[in-house]
């Protein structure tokens, strides 16, 4: 996995800072209670659900783009939108990939493994 994140210097976002790249996620452990919680009534297969819920859960994301990225509050002001909802929408499908290969007994990697 590469992810990659565009920080720009202001919040009219046309000078970049620089590019925040990540090869795995890093998350939080209550965080990841709430997404193990929370993703169950999730359809990977739904996009529209899947926005519904990186929308609601834009505080859990933040906590999620600073840990993998390395970015700050204010480092965060300065990220398009667009191009985060992109990649939090990857991150919650990972994720769920990830759980649904667990729960369906898939598991011969730890979670850490996993993640």
Do not use: H, Q
């Given at each position: ?33 709430y997404?193990?919680s ?78």
């Open positions: 996995m590469n992810l990659k994140l565009t920080i720009y210097t202001n919040d009219e976002l046309n000078e970049v800072k620089r590019v925040a790249e990540a090869e795995r996620l890093k998350i939080p452990y209550r965080v990841s209670i997404l193990i929370s993703l169950e009534n999730v359809s990977i297969n739904d996009e529209n659900d899947l926005i519904k819920f990186v929308a609601s859960s834009m505080d859990k994301l933040d906590k999620i783009i600073k840990a993998t990225f390395g970015v700050s509050e204010a480092e965060l002001e300065c990220v398009d939108s667009a191009e985060l909802i992109n990649v939090g929408t990857e991150l919650y499908k990972w994720a769920m990939d990830k759980l649904k290969n667990i729960k369906s007994g898939n598991n011969s990697k730890n979670l850490v493994e996993a993640v």
